[in-house]
């Protein structure tokens, strides 16, 4: 007899390893994903150039090392040391161009994160820290800053009836905002503490506004994306400054540069700027101050294609790790070296899971270093991820091959059957997320399959995260799915421990 769990272990280990097939297997599956990465990465080319045919701007980055978009129109003073500025905004108005359902004229209004407001911010180099309070086009009063974070005030619009009061003062390296409804009585929206924020900052009033998003199918397994240009105007007046600023008149600047069509569209329509009359100052522009999304770059993950294929490998090895004994007939020799159907079943998921994680991370790591590699050198720019993200997707990716093997073992060892098995691991795993990310399915539905089925562990890959102040094109198709990382991985982990669970019970009642 075998006792211990270790020693069952090492049995299974043992079985393994002395099949040559099994073996070659696995080291063919990291072999295949590394191969396949690489080719799907060389037919993913972009070209980038402006009108006259000049390469595209570089994308900034924020001082967190996100890709951003950082355009507005800026009116600013410099401040020296701590300071103040205190506003009355009276109006807002916008245009949009070409809106659905019939996209044949420019409209008046608002898309929801339009932004007009007061901001303190290191320089007018794109990407650079920034504090700003802000009203917004449908998402009330905001305190945002470096990008990424975001605060929310109180809802509501403006209009010369109802002002809303602004104040954004700078203490060292803290920010803080305020707003108010008749200048008196003020309520913090929130604080920021910006690091290494230089003594003399610009300080001033800024508008911008997002393009108008609008996604649609154009046939089965087709999606298509619009976004069309928007522009905010803003009207300040009862504008106050504290602190030692600037002398002077306001210096106006379009942070990230023009952001529109240009001249012929501006002839019936605010051209982007500061205009000063009669004491109220009124800013014009449009762009975005908010991290990019899908739609400015590749994700790391897209160069992990050949994952697919190395884990429909290694799911087979998974299935005929059990299933060939019942095949050979040797389970009966298992059981009486290791008494206990679960035991047995327990210590190959131990040692299957191992290998596959060990194959899944040399094929991820590899197709991600080589992967990446192609697709810079094709022309396609990368969002940045942090160091702890692409591990993350290392690891996760890695971890997401070998609980797919332990749930083939586990199909193998419900119904002893190699091929159905394999069939039933593909379908449940594979086939809901190609589905998902192909559009193949709805987005409403690519949800549901991605937040219930094993396949919601795909999202362990997601690098860019889902931001709620901006919008996107946030469907599986583009990169993003319904649950956070790990919350997907667990889906898999579940229904893995629940087949595992049920063959426990079914080996027990049929082999006792």
Same mark, same amino acid.
């Given at each position: 007899?075998?006792?211990?769990?270790g020693?069952?272990?090492?049995?299974?280990?043992?079985?393994?390893?002395?099949?040559?097939?099994?073996?070659i297997?696995?080291?063919?599956?990291?072999?295949?994903?590394?191969?396949?990465?690489?080719?799907?990465?060389?037919?993913? /080319?972009?070209s980038?150039?402006?009108?006259?045919?000049?390469a595209?701007?570089?994308?900034?980055?924020?001082?967190?090392?996100?890709?951003?978009?950082?355009?507005?129109?800026?009116?600013?003073?410099?401040?020296?040391?701590?300071?103040?500025?205190?506003?009355?905004?009276?109006?807002?108005?916008?245009?949009?161009?070409?809106?659905?359902?019939?996209?044949?004229?420019?409209?008046?209004?608002?898309?929801?994160?339009?932004k007009?407001?007061?901001?303190?911010?290191?320089?007018?180099?794109?990407?650079?820290?920034?504090?700003?309070?802000?009203?917004?086009?449908?998402?009330?009063?905001?305190?945002?800053?470096?990008?990424?974070?975001?605060?929310?005030?109180?809802?509501g619009?403006?209009s010369?009836a109802?002002?809303?009061?602004?104040?954004?003062?700078?203490?060292?390296d803290?920010? /803080?905002?305020?707003? &108010?409804?008749d200048?008196?009585?003020?309520t913090?929206?929130?604080?920021?503490?910006?690091?290494?924020?230089?003594?003399?900052?610009?300080?001033?009033l800024?508008a911008? &506004?997002?393009?108008?998003? /609008?996604?649609?199918?154009?046939?089965?397994?087709?999606?298509?994306?619009?976004?069309?240009?928007?522009?905010?105007?803003?009207?300040?007046?009862?504008v106050?400054?504290?602190?030692?600023?600037?002398?002077?008149?306001?210096r106006?600047?379009?942070?990230?540069g023009?952001?529109?069509?240009?001249p012929?569209?501006?002839?019936?329509?605010?051209?982007?700027?500061?205009?000063?009359?009669?004491?109220? *100052?009124?800013?014009t522009?449009?762009?975005?101050?908010?991290?990019?999304?899908?739609?400015?770059?590749?994700g790391?993950?897209?160069?992990?294609?050949g994952?697919?294929?190395g884990?429909?490998?290694?799911?087979?090895?998974?299935a005929l790790?059990?299933?060939?004994?019942?095949?050979?007939?040797?389970y009966? /020799?298992?059981l009486?070296?290791?008494?206990?159907?679960?035991?047995? *079943?327990a210590?190959?998921?131990?040692?299957?899971?191992?290998?596959?994680?060990?194959?899944? *991370?040399?094929?991820?790591?590899?197709?991600?270093?080589?992967?990446k590699?192609?697709?810079?050198?094709?022309?396609?720019?990368?969002l940045?991820?942090?160091?702890?993200?692409?591990?993350?997707?290392?690891?996760?990716t890695?971890?997401?091959?070998a609980v797919?093997?332990?749930?083939?073992?586990?199909?193998?060892?419900?119904?002893?059957?190699?091929?159905?098995?394999?069939?039933?691991?593909?379908?449940?795993?594979?086939?809901?997320?190609v589905?998902?990310?192909?559009?193949?399915?709805?987005?409403?539905?690519?949800?549901?399959?991605?937040?219930? &089925?094993?396949?919601?562990?795909?999202?362990?890959?997601?690098?860019?995260?889902?931001?709620?102040?901006?919008?996107?094109?946030y469907?599986p198709?583009?990169?993003?799915?319904?649950?956070?990382?790990?919350?997907?991985?667990?889906?898999?982990?579940?229904?893995?421990?629940?087949?595992?669970?049920?063959?426990?019970?079914?080996m027990?009642?049929?082999?006792?």
């Open positions: 007899m075998i006792d211990g769990f020693r069952s272990v090492r049995a299974e280990w043992t079985k393994f390893r002395t099949v040559r097939g099994w073996v297997a696995m080291g063919t599956a990291a072999v295949l994903t590394v191969l396949l990465s690489a080719f799907a990465a060389t037919g993913n /080319t972009s980038c150039t402006g009108p006259n045919g000049q595209c701007p570089a994308i900034p980055l924020g001082p967190g090392g996100e890709a951003v978009k950082d355009g507005f129109a800026f009116a600013h003073r410099g401040l020296t040391g701590d300071g103040e500025i205190t506003v009355r905004l009276t109006s807002m108005t916008g245009v949009i161009t070409y809106p659905p359902p019939d996209h044949d004229k420019i409209v008046p209004g608002l898309v929801p994160w339009a007009a407001g007061i901001i303190v911010k290191d320089g007018t180099r794109p990407g650079s820290s920034y504090a700003a309070v802000m009203l917004t086009g449908r998402n009330g009063v905001r305190m945002q800053h470096d990008f990424t974070e975001d605060t929310a005030g109180r809802p619009g403006v010369p109802s002002p809303r009061w602004l104040r954004l003062t700078r203490s060292g803290t920010l /803080t905002g305020y707003e &108010s409804s200048g008196a009585r003020w913090e929206v929130g604080k920021a503490r910006l690091e290494g924020l230089p003594d003399t900052v610009r300080i001033g800024f911008t &506004s997002p393009g108008d998003l /609008t996604v649609r199918s154009i046939g089965v397994g087709a999606m298509t994306s619009e976004m069309r240009f928007t522009q905010t105007s803003a009207v300040f007046d009862n106050t400054l504290r602190g030692s600023t600037s002398a002077g008149a306001w106006q600047d379009q942070v990230g023009r952001d529109g069509p240009g012929d569209w501006e002839r019936d329509h605010r051209a982007p700027g500061l205009v000063e009359s009669g004491g109220r *100052l009124t800013v522009g449009s762009g975005d101050i908010a991290p990019i999304s899908g739609e400015g770059g590749l790391v993950e897209r160069a992990l294609a994952v697919i294929l884990m429909v490998v290694v799911a087979v090895v998974g790790f059990i299933t060939a004994e019942h095949r050979r007939g040797l009966r /020799t298992t009486l070296a290791t008494p206990g159907p679960g035991r047995v *079943l210590a190959k998921a131990v040692v299957l899971g191992a290998v596959a994680f060990v194959v899944g *991370l040399a094929g991820t790591a590899g197709s991600l270093v080589w992967g590699r192609i697709l810079v050198s094709n022309g396609n720019f990368i940045p991820a942090g160091t702890l993200t692409e591990v993350r997707v290392i690891v996760g890695a971890a997401l091959l797919t093997a332990v749930l083939a073992l586990g199909l193998g060892a419900l119904f002893r059957r190699g091929v159905t098995a394999v069939l039933l691991a593909v379908v449940t795993v594979v086939l809901p997320y589905l998902a990310v192909s559009a193949l399915l709805p987005a409403g539905p690519a949800d549901w399959v991605l937040r219930l &089925s094993p396949a919601s562990a795909f999202a362990i890959q997601q690098s860019i995260p889902e931001y709620p102040q901006v919008v996107g094109d469907r198709a583009a990169g993003y799915f319904p649950l956070s990382p790990w919350a997907g991985f667990a889906v898999l982990c579940c229904w893995a421990a629940l087949v595992l669970g049920l063959a426990a019970f079914r027990r009642r049929r082999d006792a």
